[in-house]
């Protein structure tokens, strides 16, 4: 009786491959997953402010070009 | 894919890239397909993923699915985070691919598509791909951490800082060549000068719109970035046809040079948001969509390789570079087969993203394989160019001439018929005034990969328009990495050089950063000015120095992972990395030495020099050198040349010492030796993570 009409499925393995782009995307210019930075603050740490995603950005754009970090290869 | 199904599917893939194989190594005299190298590529690269990689998956390393990575054991969210195995693929293929695979095979078709060819294959699967796996597995059972202190660890001190001060310079060394195939391709060229000159406002609005207007978001300021790009390679077009602006932004190689040096300086001092990471988010952007592009293009329009299959330059008396095929073909294909480079990313940001010890091998010897096949499309690229374009294109003009008539005559004297018309036309088609002599191997892969994307979306005028594309595609991520090596260098000579003056290691002071960043300029500067005003081309000089260096990280890299194999007990399986270590080590001692002693002056650093000193002593001009100055500037470069050779040897002799002193010991010891972090298991909730 739970099973769906229509088995929509691929919506959610479009919206998944779609995040998993977005995610890997970033991740090459340095940014990691927000989204997961802010559930690790929260459970880990609660007692830490948690920063909005401009001051994240920012503070991931530093540390990609602070040293020893920029080797890129030939 | 379990059981009899499965086996017959591998060995049908098997088959079919024996079959290619075959086909692409044994026949003659015709002309061949491109898809008959890629099938045979990808279907050996399946193979051997299958079969190789996890034979030292589960045999040698032991990869063991329970063991916590750092990335669960030091998750802070930031850099040890668990990752998606295509995503970290993704990020690890985008740090690792580079100029180097597409730049070697396009020098190296020079002995035909062949001799390269099969390096890329087997070099990739029993060496590249090794190391790359390797490291990032020894590197991830340590906290993730990077390849000199692993060195020092399992090695010692003396080898750690040996190791450290070889990868400085090989990093410098790396820059110069880059920043020189830059030059190369955009000297006298006003489209490809204007193209590139307009990134730089282009970047700055990027980085101001990132920062101020909407920060962070990267996604759509990249696609208009992309799209402002787009407009000035157009608009490009219309500034090099211009009557006043055309000359406007010709530059002679040397002008480019000083100005390149220049920008290399204030990009390494702005702030990072403002010019260096909008260009980079492009570049990468740029280089992995352009890739894609060009494996596509192959395959929807499945070109015929014009280049045969050997030419008579494997007697080593080539034009683009010179020396017999072994070593200098090893020397030359560098990145594509196996990249010594690699072993810094492998042992970087990589393992501190591993979600789980047993996705190394997707993603490293998995993510190698893909770079291997970026330079079998670089390859194919080179071979589809009529021959007598591409010798033309990459024959220094001291041996081919200046004139279309005599580089026509020249060229086809070597029985790669072209006639003048087809050099001019050539360049007009690409929207240039001329191609002769446009060594250092972009130009040539720009006319390629022009070749075959203006064969999908064909149009007027529209070759010299997808031919300053791969030129600015090239440019870019050259440029970014110019930009961020001089950054990282400047970070290392502070380093470096606040062990005897402490007050230059204050990243954050003026002073030590002006003079650190300007050091570092000087330096890559110095070479890629030496090789830009060479008289036989500096891509001559500098590459073959660059592949030796490159070859002789991975070595360093290589004989690391057989220190760690012998001290965790499983010396039967050591060959799997003494084998590679063992060939690079015979290839770039060798070419060292032919480098260093050769007496042919084409060939050797020394025998060259001495020819200037005599020629100065004797006050004879050796043209095409215009003074005695100019050749005693040769004179000096070609003893700087061999002194960094040495030092070179030196660095990787020691290693082996140390090396085998380390194996020695640990042979002679009954219990595991080697310094992995103690196993933490998966907490129960993270084994499925």
């Not at chain 2, 002008?255 to 390494?268: C, H, S």
């Not at chain 2, 002056?601 to 005695?628: C, K, W």
Request: proline share 5%.
């Amino acid at each position: 009786m739970d099973a769906p009409l229509m088995d929509f499925g691929f919506i959610s393995i479009g919206r998944n491959v779609w995040r998993r782009l977005v995610q890997g995307a970033r991740l090459c210019c340095g940014v990691p997953d927000y989204d997961n930075y802010v559930r690790h603050l929260v459970q880990e740490h609660p007692e830490r402010p948690v920063p909005d995603y401009a001051t994240f950005f920012r503070e991931r754009l530093n540390a990609r070009y602070r040293g020893g970090r920029g080797t890129r290869c030939c | 894919m379990q059981g009899g199904f499965g086996k017959l599917a591998w060995a049908a893939l098997a088959l079919i890239g024996a079959v290619c194989f075959a086909t692409v190594a044994l026949r003659r005299g015709e002309s061949i397909n491109a898809l008959w190298i890629v099938t045979a590529a990808v279907a050996i690269y399946l193979v051997a993923f299958r079969f190789y990689g996890r034979y030292i998956a589960r045999n040698v390393l032991q990869l063991d699915a329970t063991r916590a990575t750092p990335a669960f054991v030091h998750n802070d969210g930031l850099d040890y985070v668990p990752t998606n195995r295509h995503v970290l693929f993704g990020h690890h293929f985008a740090a690792i691919a580079g100029a180097g695979p597409l730049i070697g095979p396009v020098l190296a078709a020079q002995t035909g598509y062949l001799p390269g060819t099969l390096w890329l294959i087997i070099g990739v699967v029993l060496a590249g791909a090794v190391q790359d796996f390797l490291v990032l597995v020894i590197s991830s059972r340590r906290d993730g951490r990077s390849l000199g202190d692993l060195v020092r660890e399992e090695m010692g001190q003396a080898p750690g800082t040996i190791a450290l001060i070889g990868t400085f310079l090989i990093m410098i060394i790396i820059l110069a060549v880059l920043a020189m195939i830059v030059v190369k391709a955009l000297a006298e060229s006003p489209w490809g000068m204007f193209t590139v000159i307009a990134t730089i406002p282009i970047a700055i609005v990027m980085g101001i719109y990132m920062r101020l207007i909407r920060p962070g978001k990267i996604a759509e300021i990249s696609i208009g970035g992309f799209v402002l790009l787009l407009s000035a390679i157009w608009f490009g077009g219309e500034v090099a046809a211009h009557p006043t602006w055309g000359p406007v932004f010709t530059f002679s190689a040397s002008q480019i040079t000083w100005m390149l040096m220049a920008y290399g300086f204030v990009a390494a001092v702005l702030p990072v948001w403002l010019l260096l990471a909008p260009r980079d988010y492009l570049s990468t952007f740029l280089k992995i969509g352009t890739i894609f592009a060009l494996a596509i293009g192959i395959l929807i329009v499945m070109p015929e390789l014009l280049m045969p299959a050997l030419t008579t330059f494997t007697d080593g008396s080539g034009p683009v570079w010179k020396g017999s095929m072994f070593p200098f073909l090893f020397i030359t294909i560098a990145c594509g087969a196996v990249s010594g480079f690699h072993a810094l990313i492998s042992s970087g940001t990589t393992p501190k993203l591993l979600a789980n010890e047993t996705d190394a091998q997707f993603i490293g010897y998995g993510g190698m394989l893909m770079e291997s096949f970026v330079a079998i499309m670089a390859m194919v690229a080179a071979s589809i160019i009529d021959p007598g374009v591409y010798f033309a294109m990459n024959s220094p003009a001291a041996i081919i001439g200046t004139d279309a008539a005599t580089v026509a005559a020249t060229v086809s004297s070597w029985g790669f018929v072209v006639t003048p018309d087809v050099l001019t036309a050539t360049a007009a088609e690409i929207g240039e005034n001329s191609i002769l002599s446009r060594s250092g191997g972009a130009p040539t892969l720009a006319v390629g990969i022009a070749q075959i994307l203006h064969s999908i979306l064909p149009g007027e005028g529209m070759m010299a328009f997808w031919y300053h594309f791969a030129i600015l595609f090239e440019a870019l991520f050259i440029l970014t990495a110019v930009d961020a090596g001089t950054r990282a260098g400047r970070f290392m000579l502070q380093d470096l050089l606040g062990n005897f003056l402490p007050a230059l290691r204050r990243t954050n002071a003026w002073g030590p950063n002006l003079i650190a960043t300007a050091g570092c300029v000087g330096l890559w500067g110095w070479f890629l000015y030496q090789g830009v005003t060479d008289p036989l081309g500096g891509i001559n000089m500098l590459w073959p120095l660059f592949g030796i260096a490159n070859q002789m990280l991975a070595g360093i890299a290589l004989m690391l992972c057989t220190v760690v194999l012998f001290k965790m007990k499983r010396d039967r399986y050591a060959w799997v990395s003494i084998v590679p270590a063992v060939w690079l080590l015979i290839c770039t001692t060798a070419a060292g030495w032919m480098k260093l002693f050769n007496p042919n002056p084409a060939v050797g650093f020394l025998a060259q020099a001495n020819r200037y000193r005599h020629a100065i002593s004797a006050d004879e001009l050796i043209l095409p050198s215009a003074d005695m100055g100019a050749m005693q500037q040769v004179m000096i470069s070609n003893y700087i040349n061999a002194a960094l050779t040495s030092v070179f040897m030196f660095v990787v002799f020691a290693v082996l010492l140390y090396s085998i002193k380390a194996i020695v010991r640990a042979r002679s010891v009954g219990v595991r030796t080697d310094r992995e972090t103690a196993y933490v298991a998966f907490q129960p909730q993270e084994a499925k993570a």
